[in-house]
């Protein structure tokens, strides 16, 4: 069904995502005095963690920085109970933000926008949902997050299994009954990793399908105590403060110490400490480990060993040792008792390098060896991340150009935020920013904070339309790539760099110079007088109507 202008609904914003970055967005806004429907797919807030809510699911970022700073109130009611929070402890974080700031009254949940296209003429985006209804609305946020389409393997025969498929990123609300079963894990990322650790020491029989080994460092989590709360919430201030200097957006500190800077035992001794300590401390001793390669080749040496001192049997720890491209050139896991988990008798390892999965089966999966019988399979196997939830429908921006022709080589904006020829179109953590390199509190609340600022230049200039100039977003585009060129990260098959969708272009999209010089970038626009933005103004009739 089409619409008229007069059976659209106007709002001055729609708002797209109920994750953390959608829900800041909703009281920014709201408290900058636009009217905004924010749309949600999900049935309440909380975007991945909605979704993800599988056996043992939980952050691996700090509590301290997985959490906002933009409201005293928030911080100061909310105390996180563990250093690193389970998932439904960040779920009932997103419920207690949405309740204590009142942001539900702005969601339409259950609801998916189907397509978005730009009126030129009218200076609005006119916006499908999938309940049938047409929004007409002079901005739009995209807060649709980087990992939030989630991908199924391309293996023959998925939809043939007949026992339990069950996705990680789509866990049903009603726990599934594992007792006892024989279940096959898919995928051994971050999702994967916690759900080994989780199941393998229940009362089941646990066969893990791994292709490519990943790189975990334990994560050590322990309760947070009173005396660290009273800590942390004096000192709430101050650290927000320090996360916004900080490479990673958080609270970790990082060195500058470049690794062969220091003598060779202390450098044991850093990486021993780390290790014990726990969490990604490791990744913050030596200031180089992505740009050098020897210096990475004897972290990843240090990591390797390590796993050859968990595991009992030696030859099973060497199919577990990851190889053939650097540490922390994929994601970095934390674990708690991974390679432990293989110390149990449960637990069954499947090197699909030695022996690859050939189909899905009635059954089961088949490798090249055998049927290796199942009465549940989990899907840990990614996402169609940075780009797929944004091209999951159609955005159509000035002249009829759709988004997934201006990205068909790979996605190029302003800082992941703003793009030319998408007019009053924005990101937040966006492909071209920081992303899932750095802290996303963090990214979302400066992404959100730049979009409000430049909302409220055309306010006070009486603009209509604002988007990047040409130049701006090339130059940016420029300095993302020229500091790839540099990076070890480009050296491994990750979803960092696109190459675990067939056909997506490969490459690294993300700017990874750090949270702090992404900031510095986005304020030297305002700092400018948003020299690198083009504005045009309001056509008469709609600001007359307003
Ligand atoms: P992922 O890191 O992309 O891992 C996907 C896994 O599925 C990989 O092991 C991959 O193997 C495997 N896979 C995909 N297709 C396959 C196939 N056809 N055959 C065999 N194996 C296949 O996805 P994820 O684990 O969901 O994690 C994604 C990101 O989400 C993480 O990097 C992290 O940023 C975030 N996350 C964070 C947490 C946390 O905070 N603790 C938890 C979960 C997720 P290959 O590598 O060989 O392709």
Same mark, same amino acid.
């Given at each position: 069904?089409?619409?008229?202008?007069?059976?659209?609904?106007?709002?001055?914003m729609?708002?797209?995502?109920?994750?953390?970055?959608?829900?800041?967005?909703?009281?920014?806004?709201?408290?900058?005095?636009?009217?905004?429907?924010?749309?949600?797919?999900?049935?309440?807030?909380?975007?991945?963690w909605?979704?993800?809510?599988?056996?043992?699911?939980?952050?691996?970022?700090?509590?301290?920085?997985?959490?906002?700073?933009?409201?005293?109130?928030?911080?100061?009611?909310?105390?996180?109970?563990?250093?690193?929070?389970?998932?439904?402890?960040?779920?009932?974080y997103?419920?207690?933000?949405?309740?204590?700031?009142?942001?539900?009254?702005?969601?339409?949940?259950?609801?998916?926008?189907?397509?978005?296209?730009?009126?030129?003429?009218?200076?609005?985006?006119?916006?499908?949902?999938?309940?049938?209804?047409?929004?007409?609305?002079?901005?739009?946020v995209?807060?649709?997050?980087?990992?939030?389409?989630?991908?199924?393997?391309?293996i023959?025969?998925?939809?043939?299994?007949?026992?339990?498929?069950?996705?990680?990123?789509?866990?049903?609300?009603?726990?599934?009954?594992?007792?006892?079963?024989?279940?096959?894990?898919?995928?051994?990322?971050?999702?994967?990793?916690?759900?080994?650790?989780?199941?393998?020491?229940?009362?089941?029989?646990?066969?893990?399908?791994?292709?490519?080994?990943?790189?975990?460092?334990?994560?050590?989590?322990?309760?947070?105590?009173?005396?660290?709360?009273?800590?942390?919430?004096?000192n709430?201030?101050?650290?927000?403060?320090?996360?916004?200097?900080?490479?990673?957006?958080?609270?970790?500190?990082?060195?500058?110490r470049?690794?062969?800077?220091i003598?060779?035992?202390h450098?044991?001794?850093?990486?021993e400490?780390?290790?014990?300590?726990?969490?990604?401390?490791?990744?913050?001793?030596?200031?180089?480990?992505?740009?050098?390669?020897?210096?990475?080749?004897?972290?990843?040496?240090?990591?390797?060993?390590?796993?050859?001192?968990?595991?009992?049997?030696?030859?099973?720890?060497?199919?577990?040792?990851?190889?053939?491209?650097?540490?922390?050139?994929?994601?970095?896991?934390?674990?708690?008792?991974?390679?432990?988990?293989?110390?149990?008798?449960?637990?069954?390892?499947?090197?699909?390098?030695?022996?690859?999965?050939?189909?899905?089966?009635?059954?089961?999966?088949?490798?090249?060896?055998?049927?290796?019988?199942?009465?549940?399979?989990?899907?840990?196997?990614?996402?169609?991340?940075?780009? @797929?939830?944004?091209?999951? #429908?159609?955005? !159509? &921006?000035?002249? %009829?150009? =759709?988004?997934?022709?201006?990205?068909?080589?790979?996605?190029?904006?302003?800082?992941?935020?703003?793009?030319? @020829?998408?007019?009053?179109? #924005?990101?937040? !953590? &966006?492909?071209? %920013?920081? =992303?899932?390199?750095?802290?996303?509190?963090?990214?979302?609340?400066?992404?959100?904070?730049?979009?409000?600022?430049?909302?409220?230049?055309?306010?006070?200039?009486?603009?209509?339309?604002?988007?990047?100039?040409?130049?701006?977003?090339?130059?940016?585009?420029?300095?993302?790539?020229?500091?790839?060129s540099?990076?070890?990260?480009?050296?491994?098959?990750?979803?960092?760099?696109?190459?675990?969708?067939?056909?997506?272009p490969?490459?690294?999209?993300?700017?990874?110079?750090?949270f702090?010089?992404?900031?510095?970038?986005?304020?030297?626009?305002?700092?400018?007088?948003?020299?690198?933005?083009?504005?045009?103004?309001?056509?008469?009739?709609?600001?007359?109507?307003?």
């Amino acid at each position: 069904m089409d619409h008229t202008s007069a059976q659209a609904e106007r709002v001055d914003m729609v708002i797209v995502g109920a994750g953390f970055g959608g829900m800041y967005a909703t009281w920014k806004f709201r408290e900058m005095g636009l009217s905004i429907v924010s749309i949600e797919e999900g049935k309440d807030v909380g975007g991945v963690w909605y979704w993800n809510r599988y056996p043992g699911a939980r952050c691996d970022l700090l509590s301290v920085d997985y959490s906002y700073g933009f409201s005293e109130e928030v911080q100061q009611e909310w105390t996180w109970s563990e250093q690193f929070a389970a998932q439904p402890e960040i779920l009932a974080y997103a419920n207690f933000v949405a309740d204590r700031l009142d942001l539900r009254k702005h969601y339409r949940f259950e609801t998916r926008v189907e397509s978005a296209k730009w009126d030129d003429k009218r200076q609005l985006w006119r916006v499908r949902t999938s309940d049938g209804k047409l929004l007409e609305a002079t901005y739009c946020v995209m807060s649709t997050g980087p990992l939030s389409k989630p991908t199924d393997p391309d293996i023959p025969g998925l939809s043939r299994f007949k026992g339990l498929t069950l996705r990680a990123a789509r866990w049903p609300h009603e726990e599934p009954d594992l007792k006892g079963k024989r279940i096959g894990v898919l995928g051994t990322g971050s999702s994967g990793m916690q759900i080994i650790q989780t199941l393998g020491r229940t009362e089941c029989e646990l066969f893990v399908f791994q292709r490519t080994p990943s790189f975990t460092l334990p994560m050590r989590n322990r309760k947070v105590s009173d005396r660290d709360v009273a800590e942390l919430k004096a000192n709430y201030a101050s650290i927000r403060a320090a996360c916004k200097m900080n490479p990673t957006g958080g609270a970790r500190p990082v060195s500058t110490r470049p690794f062969f800077s220091i003598p060779a035992d202390h450098r044991q001794e850093l990486m021993e400490q780390a290790w014990q300590h726990g969490g990604h401390t490791f990744l913050g001793i030596f200031s180089d480990l992505m740009v050098n390669q020897a210096a990475n080749d004897q972290v990843a040496d240090f990591v390797r060993d390590r796993i050859h001192d968990t595991v009992n049997d030696k030859a099973l720890a060497e199919k577990l040792k990851p190889r053939g491209y650097p540490i922390f050139a994929r994601r970095p896991c934390l674990d708690t008792g991974y390679y432990e988990t293989y110390n149990r008798e449960n637990v069954h390892l499947v090197d699909c390098l030695e022996d690859p999965i050939v189909e899905i089966t009635e059954n089961g999966i088949r490798t090249q060896s055998g049927e290796h019988e199942l009465d549940v399979l989990i899907l840990a196997t990614g996402y169609d991340a940075l780009t @797929g939830a944004l091209l999951a #429908f159609e955005i !159509t &921006g000035k002249d %009829g150009v =759709a988004l997934k022709d201006k990205w068909e080589g790979g996605p190029r904006s302003l800082f992941g935020i703003m793009m030319a @020829g998408f007019p009053n179109l #924005f990101m937040t !953590t &966006g492909p071209n %920013g920081p =992303a899932a390199l750095a802290n996303i509190f963090t990214i979302s609340e400066n992404d959100v904070d730049f979009i409000a600022g430049v909302i409220a230049q055309m306010q006070a200039q009486g603009q209509g339309a604002v988007e990047p100039s040409l130049a701006a977003e090339d130059a940016w585009m420029a300095q993302i790539q020229t500091l790839a060129s540099r990076s070890l990260m480009l050296k491994a098959k990750t979803w960092w760099t696109g190459s675990n969708v067939k056909g997506k272009p490969q490459g690294m999209s993300m700017f990874t110079g750090g949270f702090h010089k992404y900031r510095e970038a986005c304020e030297s626009v305002s700092a400018n007088g948003y020299r690198d933005l083009v504005f045009e103004p309001a056509p008469a009739l709609e600001t007359a109507a307003r």
